[in-house]
């Protein structure tokens, strides 16, 4: 029996993920998100196309692929879209605002993340100042 394009996509995503040095369960919370939308893994060609998903799904409001696309993006050293992203979670109420403290801190910021972890964000999405 011949693949079909999604199982041709899916055994592409899984080579890729087993050659990337991204986590297990960030692999397979990506391959999760993708094979619960018919047709997307067909689609999936290389990373390129995982991270223009995740950010597509996340500008749809799905949030928690705005969640895994933040956590790619630090993964692969992209600090300050992955803050981007999980400032605007955080600041919707979706409880990231431990998550961007810790990229804060990732990023040499540690004063501005204590601010957070202790204030919270203001209205405008800035950290409070207490």
């Not at 790619?72 to 992203?85: K, V």
């Not at 910021?109 to 202790?118: D, I, N, W």
Request: glycine share 10%; net charge negative.
């Amino acid at each position: 029996m011949a693949a079909t394009g999604n199982e041709n996509a899916i055994d592409r995503f899984c080579l890729w993920a087993a050659n990337s040095a991204l986590p297990a369960a960030e692999a397979l919370d990506a391959l999760r998100i993708l094979i619960t939308d018919a047709g997307v893994a067909a689609k999936l060609s290389h990373l390129t196309d995982l991270f223009d998903y995740l950010r597509a799904r996340a500008d749809a409001g799905d949030w928690h692929a705005a969640g895994r696309l933040a956590d790619l993006l630090a993964e692969r050293g992209d600090l300050d879209q992955a803050g981007q992203i999980l400032r605007a979670r955080a600041d919707a109420g979706r409880g990231d605002a431990d998550r961007l403290a810790e990229l804060l801190i990732r990023q040499g910021r540690g004063k501005e993340a204590e601010r957070l972890r202790r204030f919270g964000l203001d209205p405008d999405g800035s950290i409070a100042r207490g």
